[in-house]
């Protein structure tokens, strides 16, 4: 088992910013790392991933949240951080942070992410 490492959930208001990093154990080789959240009587939705394998670090943002969150990632450190602005009502959530150790066709697909973190739960409020 895997362990990842999330921070940086919280409340905000709307409008305003936060930064959720990610960290994976030592050792750990991430091809993927990404975000995905789920909100109360909702299904999981992806929001962003970044490939950290080779030298292009290729992001992918859900619609809902592209123009708004950036994602970034440092490979040798296995960290991803998810920056999010203009944060609204909708975006309440928990957040999980999500990795995957080789290459996978749709990355916005949840079942093809491996390993987990434990979630953070940010809110907004309006």
């Known amino acids: 088992q895997v362990d990842l490492v999330e921070s940086g959930g919280g409340l905000v208001q709307a409008g305003g910013s936060l930064s959720l990093p990610c960290a994976a154990e030592?050792?750990?080789?991430?091809?993927?790392m990404g975000w995905f959240r789920q909100a109360p009587n909702k299904e999981r939705e992806f929001v962003a991933a970044?490939?950290?394998?080779?030298?292009?670090?290729?992001?992918y943002y859900g619609d809902n949240v592209r123009g708004r969150f950036t994602i970034s990632g440092v490979s040798a450190q296995n960290t991803v951080i998810l920056q999010m602005s203009s944060l609204m009502p909708e975006d309440t959530a928990v957040y999980y942070c999500?990795?995957?150790?080789?290459?996978?066709?749709?990355?916005?697909?949840?079942?093809?992410?491996?390993?987990w973190g434990q979630g953070t739960q940010v809110t907004v409020s309006s």
């Open positions: 030592k050792g750990f080789i991430t091809y993927y």
């Open positions: 970044i490939r950290l394998s080779g030298d292009r670090r290729s992001t």
């Open positions: 999500a990795a995957r150790t080789s290459w996978m066709f749709d990355v916005s697909k949840g079942d093809s992410w491996t390993h």
